[in-house]
C-alpha cells in the first residue's frame, strides 16, 4: 500500500513563498509519475504540476508557469511544489498524487491518479 503526506501548507500574504512537501511511503518502485493539484471552495479540482518518475520530464498549468516548481528529491520518497509570487487566487486545498498504472500528470489532461493525500490548505491574503 502506498500512502501519500502533504505537509508545507499555511497562509501568507501576496508575493509571498511556499514550499509543499509529500512523503511518500510504501511500495513505490513502479512509480509512473506524480502531480499536485488544488481545490478552491466552490471550484472544481485542477491539475497544478506534474513530473514523471523516467527522465523527470515536468508540466505546469499555464497559471502557475514561471511561480511554481515541482521536484523530488533523489530517491523520490518526497515530491515537493516550491511556490513563490502567491497570488490570492492560489488559495485552495493542495494534494499530492501518484499514479503507478500509466495515467496522465499533465495537468490539464490528467487522469488515472492511483493515490492521493488527504491535502494541506493553502491561504493568501492580498
Known amino acids: 500500500q502506498v500512502q501519500l503526506v502533504e505537509s508545507g501548507g499555511g497562509s501568507v500574504q501576496a508575493g509571498g513563498s511556499l514550499r509543499l512537501s509529500c512523503a511518500v511511503s510504501?511500495?513505490?518502485?513502479?512509480?509512473?509519475?506524480m502531480g499536485w493539484f488544488r481545490q478552491a471552495p466552490g471550484k472544481e479540482r485542477e491539475g497544478v504540476a506534474g513530473?514523471?518518475?523516467?527522465?523527470?520530464?515536468?508540466y505546469y498549468a499555464d497559471s502557475v508557469k514561471g511561480r511554481f516548481t515541482i521536484s523530488q528529491d533523489s530517491n523520490k520518497n518526497t515530491l515537493y511544489l516550491q511556490m513563490n509570487s502567491l497570488e490570492p487566487e492560489d488559495t485552495a486545498m493542495y494534494y499530492c498524487?501518484?499514479?503507478?498504472?500509466?495515467?496522465?500528470?499533465?495537468?490539464?489532461?490528467?487522469?488515472?491518479?492511483?493515490?492521493w493525500g488527504k491535502g494541506t490548505l493553502v491561504t493568501i491574503s492580498s
Open positions: 498524487a501518484a499514479s503507478f498504472t500509466g495515467g496522465s500528470c499533465v495537468p490539464e489532461v490528467y487522469y488515472g491518479m492511483d493515490y
Open positions: 513530473i514523471y518518475s523516467r527522465g523527470g520530464r515536468t
Open positions: 510504501g511500495y513505490i518502485a513502479n512509480r509512473y509519475c
